[in-house]
């Protein structure tokens, strides 16, 4: 009875203390929940500084996604096919400033010399008034009292055919000379897109290259490198989209030079067949 009673005040003893532990243990959760945030926020296994490169599933990102900053980051191919559509991006601008102004000349030469031939009656008054240029127009007058002088003496209506044909293999002769450099814009605009499509294709084939090597389908991975391919892409229809609109735009300046040309070989004829006639009728008169 004795060791029951000792027992019992022990036991009574403990309770108080047991019950004390218990109580505390919800004020420790709370007080843990509340420092976790933290305790996360300031992880002592992780550098205080951030990388500029991050890393994840083990591959490096670039942190710069600029257009410069894609294009260093870019594959060899990618930056190669890169400069290539920038330098035929060049080639269409300088080719359209080329040949504009030399249009622009060739179209104003053409319309003087039609003034000229437009308001003389012989053919003789033309030459000194157009001279011994290297214009369209005075090739044409020039070609035609040349064959006039080589046709002396030889009787027939030959002589018009002669200088006509003459006339048309000049008119050619121009107007393929005028149309050079326009067929480059031609060939960029249709292979441009196709170029740009090759980089992109083979940019993303490296991306997806990356998701291998780096273990992981997180699309970050893989974000980079599309952007960078897309960027050819882009590249390529920034060159063969003005590439086609100059072509066209020269296209029609060209075949306005052309309608030029034969007005003036128009007038030329014109101006041939009136001396011929004339030629004819002071001969008719003096037979008789």
Known sequence: MQRLTMQKARGAGRRPRSRSIMALIPVALLIALALAPAALAQNPGTPSEPTSEPAIGGALLPHDLSPLGMFLHADI?????????????????????????????????????????????????????LGNGSDAAAQLVQAAVAEIRLSENMPGDGIKERIALQLERLELRNSRK???????????????????????????????????????????????????????????????????????????????????????????????????????????????
Not at 96 to 109: G, I, M, T
Not at 260 to 277: E, F, H, P, T
């Open 77 to 129: 191919i990618v930056k190669a096919v890169i400069i290539g559509l920038a330098f035929a991006s060049l080639v269409t601008w300088t080719a359209f400033v080329a040949k504009s102004l030399e249009l622009q000349a060739a179209r104003r030469r053409a319309r003087r010399g039609l003034r000229i031939l437009a308001g003389t009656a012989t053919l003789g008054q033309v030459t000194p008034q």
């Open 178 to 288: 005028i149309s050079l450099g326009t067929g480059v814009l031609a060939t960029i605009g249709s292979t441009a897109p196709f170029v740009g499509l090759f980089g992109t294709v083979w940019g993303i084939m490296n991306s997806f290259i990356g998701i291998s090597d780096a273990h992981t389908t997180n699309l970050a991975v893989v974000a980079p490198g599309i952007a960078e391919a897309l960027l050819a892409t882009a590249l390529g229809l920034v060159a063969a989209i003005p590439a086609v609109v100059i072509y066209n735009v020269l296209a029609r300046s060209t075949a306005h030079y052309r309608a030029l040309l034969g007005d003036v070989s128009a007038q030329v004829m014109r101006l041939v067949s009136r001396d011929i006639d004339r030629a004819g009728m002071r001969l008719g008169l003096a037979a008789k």
